[in-house]
């Protein structure tokens, strides 16, 4: 009879131990994997997918089985197994009162101790090292659990709704991703070594496009090369010789509006064909994007049209730059390198802590670096921006600002705009 009970109380610590790895492994297990397993039609996959979306009845069927399990437990191994030991010590030569609270006493502490080693510990480890498979593996049987257990189980569900209602939760819980656990997972996979270096980077960079707005990567028009018709051929020329680029703006006497865009490359043609060029008939014509319009969108553009080239203009229809898919390249992966060297950094930390931060560099990433809050409603795209309207004015070298726990100095100028700034963190009061 001993060995009897004894196994009776083990069936039972197994069987809460099965219960405990099963609960935890469909509340841990994350639908779209599961779903990828319901693709490869992997069996139990569907049937853990049902339990998962449903946490509330699988749960109150979980906890059926553990609650009656745990009483069944302690009622078993006090009434059977302390009784017995206790008839021990009093044959030992124990009191009956000492015999019977040692026993039990004993009895139970042995048992708690083997139930949360086997019974929560071991399965929950077990169901958190890979929640995915051992879901698909239990879903069937909990399945026929819940199944057996349904008119409890209903009854079990509807008492918590209403509980949760009369608490104040009446709305259903937001089961979607947000960015901060996108960047996590991201972290975590490079940590492992699922990504390889640098890719983080870029999925950051990806992320960030639609945060940016197109102004945040274009060329501005101080920096754009372009010719105006109205000019004469020579002086047209001239230009065209004198720019680096392959691809200049083009306007027609209206220097507020370009018009297309003209490729260095037709007019050679024309030269080596020993003709005369007719400016006009060689400007192609190029979108026309909204300032405002966020980066990620200019990807779909630039993609759908002839040419690769984007001409922003602002909400009064006033040309503000251009921006190309090799601007949308670099907002991800960063500054490619020129004929003059290595591309500019645009923030270093110095060896004292500090950090140079460059005027054009990005605001939303200023503000992800710096660790800052930014609206979500502003009038600037830069950092040089953002100092602007913190300053209220055209700073001078030297002038600084305190902000978000952030001491900003101004190193350099280039003319009238911020080129360079000096960012130190602020004791804590």
């Known amino acids: 009879m001993l060995y009897l009970d004894l196994g009776i109380v083990a069936i039972l610590i197994v069987i809460n131990g099965l219960l405990a790895m099963s609960e935890l492994a469909i509340v841990s297990s994350r639908p779209s994997r599961l779903a990828g397993l319901v693709g490869k039609r992997v069996k139990g996959a ?85 929640p995915e498979a051992v879901a698909v593996r239990v879903a069937p049987a909990m399945v026929l659990l819940a199944k057996v257990s349904l008119p409890l189980v209903w009854l ?91 691809r200049l703006v083009v306007f027609d006497g209206d220097s507020e509006g370009a018009i297309g865009v003209v490729n260095a490359k037709n007019l050679l043609d024309v030269y080596l064909a020993d003709q005369k060029p007719k400016f006009r008939d060689l400007v192609r014509e190029a979108p026309i994007i909204p300032e405002s319009l966020d980066a990620r969108d200019v990807v779909t553009i630039l993609r759908d049209a002839p040419v690769h080239m984007g001409l922003v203009h602002d909400e009064y229809g006033v040309f503000q730059g251009v921006v190309t898919s090799a601007d949308i390249l670099e907002a991800i992966v960063g500054s490619f390198s020129t004929k003059d060297g290595p591309a500019e950094p645009a923030a270093v930390k110095r060896d004292d802590g500090l950090y140079l931060i460059s005027g054009w560099m990005p605001a939303v990433e200023a503000a992800h670096l710096l660790e800052i809050s930014l609206p979500l409603s502003r009038p600037y795209e830069t950092f040089a921006g953002f100092l602007l309207q913190e300053f209220g004015r055209i700073p001078n070298v030297g002038d600084s600002i305190e902000d978000e726990g952030w001491r900003f100095e101004i190193a350099d100028l280039d003319g009238r705009r911020i080129d360079k700034v000096l960012a130190s963190r602020l004791e804590a009061a």
């Open 46 to 130: 569907r049937r853990a997918l049902t339990l998962a979306s449903d946490p509330g009845k699988f749960l109150s069927t979980v906890q059926i089985g553990i609650t009656l399990i745990g009483v069944a437990s302690g009622a078993f191994s006090g009434a059977t197994l302390g009784l017995r030991l206790a008839s021990w010590l009093v044959e030992a030569g124990l009191s009956q009162g000492v015999a019977e609270t040692v026993g039990v006493g004993v009895v139970v502490a042995v048992i708690t101790y083997a139930s949360l080693i086997i019974g929560e510990l071991v399965p929950k480890q077990i169901a958190l090292r890979d």
């Open 156 to 246: 079990l569900d509807r008492s918590g709704k209403v509980l949760l209602w009369l608490l104040g939760h009446r709305e259903k819980a937001d089961d979607r991703v947000s960015e901060d656990e996108i960047r996590t997972l991201v972290a975590e996979a490079e940590t492992a070594g699922v990504l390889e270096p640098g890719e983080k980077e870029m999925i950051a960079g990806v992320m960030r496009l639609g945060d940016l707005a197109v102004g945040a990567v274009m060329t501005p028009r101080h920096e754009v090369d372009s010719i105006n018709l109205a000019d004469t051929p020579a002086q047209i020329v001239a230009n065209l010789l004198d720019s680096e680029h392959s």
